[in-house]
């Protein structure tokens, strides 16, 4: 059974880090493309970041860019999410998903997501 399990969300004060971690059951995620999305309340799910398989080539968001970064430990089968400067913007519930294609995924692509972990950005 395919299983995502993330955490590592918390609350922080603005222009502070966290480090979130999806790891995985039921596949190894090295073969996909990896994502994480987050969903503020009253909002459509976001494209945050993406990792690539094989290769690991990353992508961010532009309201991201500069200020995470996606990368895996395959020995793990994790892929970690490193946020930095965070801002009250960023509260959102965080969740990781895989892709079996050749580029990163849209949230129209995920028919399931995982618990997610929760990112509160406050004074």
């Known amino acids: 059974q395919l299983q995502f399990v993330e955490s590592g969300g918390g609350v922080v004060q603005p222009g502070g880090s966290l480090t979130l971690s999806c790891a995985a059951s039921?596949?190894?995620?090295?073969?996909?493309?990896i994502a994480w999305f987050r969903q503020a309340p009253g909002k459509e799910h976001e494209w945050v970041a993406c990792?690539?398989?094989?290769?690991?080539?990353?992508y961010a968001s532009d309201s991201a860019k500069g200020r995470v970064r996606i990368f895996r430990d395959d020995t793990k089968n994790t892929v970690f999410l490193q946020m930095n400067s965070l801002k009250p913007e960023d509260t959102a519930v965080y969740y990781c998903?895989?892709?079996?294609?050749?580029?990163?995924?849209?949230?129209?692509?995920?028919?399931?997501w995982g618990p997610g972990t929760q990112i509160t950005v406050s004074l």
């Open positions: 039921g596949l190894i995620l090295h073969y996909y493309f």
């Open positions: 998903a895989a892709h079996n294609g050749d580029v990163c995924p849209s949230s129209s692509d995920i028919s399931s």
């Open positions: 990792i690539s398989n094989s290769d690991g080539n990353t």
